[in-house]
């Protein structure tokens, strides 16, 4: 059984920052990629940023600049630190896995999403 656990949502003011954290845990023999997604009411779930193993970085066009991901292959854990954030920015934000649990086949798994609300 593998889990995503994100944590670091809430409530900030425009301008300001918040910090997000998913941990991954189980039965896992390798992870490939982490990474964040996120979506907004009435809108299509769409990348935000992601991470490989070998620290290969993707962003969304949109966001670079004022989000950073980072990940640690130890703990399996990735993290996104997102500035500077705008009204725009809200959403529910969901950390995804793409990796290879201990009995299976490489799939991709989704944790249950944590909301980020940006006040103007």
């Known amino acids: 059984q593998v889990q995503l656990v994100e944590s670091g949502g809430g409530l900030v003011q425009a301008g300001g920052s918040l910090r997000l954290s998913c941990a991954a845990s189980?039965?896992?023999?390798?992870?490939?990629?982490m990474g964040w997604y996120r979506q907004a009411p009435g809108k299509q779930r769409e990348l935000v940023a992601s991470?490989?193993?070998?620290?290969?970085?993707n962003y969304a066009d949109s966001l670079k600049g004022r989000y950073t991901i980072s990940r640690d292959n130890a703990k399996n854990t990735v993290d996104l630190q997102m500035n500077s954030l705008k009204p725009e920015d809200t959403a529910v934000y969901y950390c995804?896995?793409?990796?290879?649990?201990?009995?299976?086949?490489?799939?991709?798994?989704w944790g249950q999403g944590t909301q980020v609300t940006v006040s103007s």
């Open positions: 991470i490989t193993c070998r620290g290969s970085i």
């Open positions: 995804k896995a793409v990796l290879t649990p201990n009995r299976g086949t490489l799939s991709q798994y």
């Open positions: 189980g039965s896992i023999f390798s992870i490939n990629a």
